[in-house]
């Protein structure tokens, strides 16, 4: 356990950069490389401001499990810096991330580490990332996931968090003799985990009826039209207040909290860490709430977890099992790069939902085997350390 919970490597590195007047801006960099056990470091870059190394630490702590849950060979990482791409042009954020990767190059590689992006981090960062290391290294090799379909992405990558989620809520809702079709479903976040979570959701007959962003939440009871959504975060990069001036049935409010004060049989929180305080969890289960999945990484505070694990007929699906479908298709893209190959979309959905299904049979199998039947987070905390503690004691003391 001592060895488990420190971290093999830990990289801490400053980033200058030149902004679009010519000042020098410093920024932290972080890598934290926490266990090898399975396979090569992989772990998610965060570029948001409240980034610091504590941040980093239980992100990768958590990313050991989840990523041991999917059964594929990844061990777990976790990297980013304090950067805040909100408001920074293109040529900016591109200064900051050749930047960021001339120091990061040396500590990352196609067999050693993999780094993907996260909060901050999308197609753009990941490209400017990737050219940079290309640059610096002269080898065209899988070191990042979450790439470019024209050169080396892997198709359902942006969905596979989502698409993975909604897998997993269902898994579990047939066991129970229940579907997603007709439910009332709160998706929060409007980033491609919240986005394509509500597509898949509305795909198996769901109506999502309220979605956020940092400045407020949009409800629209008629059921969000995900195209619009798309439209104003994918295409515009704009605020959410936008559905509410472009739908008639939709209304804004200022503020995130109340989105969690809406009825709804299903919540699904696909924002940030600690967005489901104890409040909101009593709220939610008040409300009639009947199944909680995590998108996000740890969305929800050790206070709500225990309120939703109390109440009665409330099934709670973990971060680390239920959002694993966004890392699990990283180790797909991983796997296609490594045998220079490219899968169709549905060879890779249909890939991605064997996995999710694989894992709610495993972390609800470790529950049932120690005891805590239909404790998700005891039973995703046990089957993840399970096959990483058997590795690293047939390694020895290293």
């Not at 499990?65 to 999917?70: D, G, H």
């Not at 594929?72 to 791409?85: C, V």
């Not at 790439?147 to 359902?156: A, E, M, V």
């Not at 969690?260 to 967005?275: F, G, M, R």
Request: hydrophobic share 40%.
């Amino acid at each position: 356990m001592e060895r488990f919970t420190e971290p093999e490597r830990t990289v801490l590195f400053r980033v200058p950069w030149v902004d679009d007047k010519g000042n020098v801006r410093v920024n932290k960099g972080y890598r934290v490389q926490f266990n090898s056990a399975i396979g090569p470091y992989k772990g998610g870059l965060r570029f948001h401001p409240s980034v610091n190394l504590s941040v980093i630490k239980f992100l990768g702590l958590e990313q050991i499990l989840k990523n041991s849950l999917t059964g594929l060979p990844i061990g777990g990482g976790k990297g980013g810096s304090d950067f805040d791409p909100k408001g920074k042009s293109d040529r900016e954020i591109m200064a900051f991330c050749q930047s960021f990767m001339t120091e990061l190059y040396r500590h990352i590689g196609a067999d050693t580490d993999v780094p993907a992006g996260d909060i901050g981090v999308g197609a753009r960062e990941i490209g400017y990332l990737f050219g940079q290391y290309k640059r610096l290294r002269n080898e065209h090799v899988g070191v990042l996931t979450g790439r470019g379909l024209s050169y080396g992405g892997s198709l359902i990558r942006k969905e596979a968090t989502g698409y993975g989620l909604i897998y997993m809520v269902e898994e579990a809702m047939k066991q129970r003799g229940d579907s997603l079709k007709n439910k009332t479903v709160i998706v929060s976040g409007s980033g491609n985990v919240a986005i394509y979570t509500c597509e898949k959701a509305q795909e198996f007959g769901a109506k999502v009826v309220a979605m956020y962003d940092s400045n407020g939440y949009v409800y629209d009871p008629n059921g969000i039209q995900t195209d619009v959504i798309k439209q104003i975060k994918e295409v515009e990069r704009a605020r959410i207040k936008e559905y509410a001036n472009r739908v008639e049935s939709a209304q804004y409010f200022e503020g995130c909290k109340g989105i969690w004060s809406i009825p709804c049989d299903v919540a699904l929180p696909c924002a940030t860490q600690n967005e489901i305080d104890g409040e909101s969890a009593a709220l939610l289960v008040k409300n009639g709430v009947k199944y909680v999945g995590e998108g996000a990484n740890m969305p929800s505070t050790l206070e709500a977890i225990e309120i939703f694990q109390k109440a009665d007929g409330v099934v709670f699906l973990p971060a680390k099992a239920a959002n694993a479908g966004g890392v699990a298709t990283s180790a797909l893209e991983m796997a296609q790069s490594s045998g220079r190959l490219y899968w169709s979309a549905e060879e890779v959905d249909a890939k991605l939902k064997t996995i999710m299904v694989n894992i709610y049979h495993n972390i609800d199998n470790a529950a049932k085997k120690y005891g805590f039947d239909g404790n998700y987070v005891m039973g995703a905390n046990i089957a993840g350390f399970e096959k990483v503690a058997e590795a690293m004691m047939a390694h020895g003391i290293v």
